[in-house]
């Protein structure tokens, strides 16, 4: 049984998608709750739900692409609580779809700003504080495109790459000093993320790239998530692991 009780837990990207799905099951669990994203009235409604099933939850906006936002969040949770736990660094964007010789600068610049430097600010920010409180566990949220290509979207290929070698580094470093940090990877994931990018047909076929005949669900990403963070996974950090519905087993 997990139980995080006396945890403090961050959840950055959580007022939607997997970042909420994870935020409610973190709170369900037990855990006090930071729910961040970019705009305060939507985190505060993810937290409001919580609030509103017993758990507790506090909404606190960050743009974790902004080192200073990544340190205030922390505060942030420190002074409600006295100390942090747990953190998920999930936010992201999917970027523009075009191959890489026309691909748009800004674009990738803002990929790499959300995806790659935001988990690098907020691990920054996180990790002396997991050190106050005696240790943590931290869980990036990375894709099964962190270990194989997708045509037309480099950027964020490529900064899920790079997150895994981040996540790898940060766990040596921080092995013996007892903050865990690993890597999700989920497939694709019914979120808006999708949903408001593509239609049923494409949808569809994105189903079809998975053995199992379906995409996933943001439950079942937050499952394999909150096992990371919990003493249950107590020898496990470092790692990438994937919760794909069997994609990258083709
Ligand atoms: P989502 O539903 O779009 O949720 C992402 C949240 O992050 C949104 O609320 C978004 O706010 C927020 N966000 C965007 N930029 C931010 C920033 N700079 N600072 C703080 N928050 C920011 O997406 P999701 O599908 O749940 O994705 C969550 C994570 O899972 C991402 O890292 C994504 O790469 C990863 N992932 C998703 C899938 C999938 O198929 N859905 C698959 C593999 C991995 P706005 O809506 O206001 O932009």
Not at 78 to 107: D, K, M, R, S
Not at 128 to 147: F, H, K, T, W, Y
Not at 158 to 166: D, Q, R, T, Y
Request: net charge negative; charged share 15%; proline share 3%.
């Amino acid at each position: 049984m997990i139980d995080f009780a006396d945890k403090t837990a961050i959840v950055t990207g959580a007022a939607s998608g997997i970042g909420a799905a994870v935020a409610r099951e973190l709170a369900a669990l037990g855990a006090r709750v930071v729910v961040s994203d970019l705009d305060q009235s939507a985190c505060e409604r993810v937290a409001a739900e919580i609030t509103g099933a017993a758990g507790t939850a506090w909404g606190h906006a960050a743009d974790v692409a902004d080192p200073q936002a990544n340190a205030d969040l922390v505060a942030f949770a420190e002074a409600q609580t006295g100390a942090l736990h747990l953190a998920v660094n999930n936010a992201g964007i999917g970027g523009a779809q075009a191959p890489v010789g026309e691909y748009p600068l800004e674009a990738w610049r803002k990929v790499m700003a959300v995806n790659l430097d935001g988990v690098f600010y907020g691990m920054r920010a996180q990790i002396p504080a997991m050190e106050r409180a005696g240790g943590g566990a931290i869980v990036n949220m990375g894709s099964i495109l962190g270990s194989v290509g997708f045509a037309n979207s480099s950027a964020y290929v490529a900064s899920k790459h790079a997150l895994i070698g981040l996540t790898r580094t940060a766990a040596m470093e921080y092995g013996t000093r007892g903050i865990r940090i690993n890597t999700v990877g989920p497939a694709f994931i019914q979120t808006p993320l999708l949903t408001d990018n593509l239609d049923q047909a494409m949808l569809d076929g994105l189903a079809g790239l998975h053995p199992v005949g379906r995409i996933g669900t943001p439950e079942e990403v937050s499952a394999l998530t909150c096992f990371l963070l919990s003493d249950r996974a107590s020898f496990i950090t470092g790692s990438y692991h994937l919760v794909d519905g069997a994609y990258t087993a083709q």
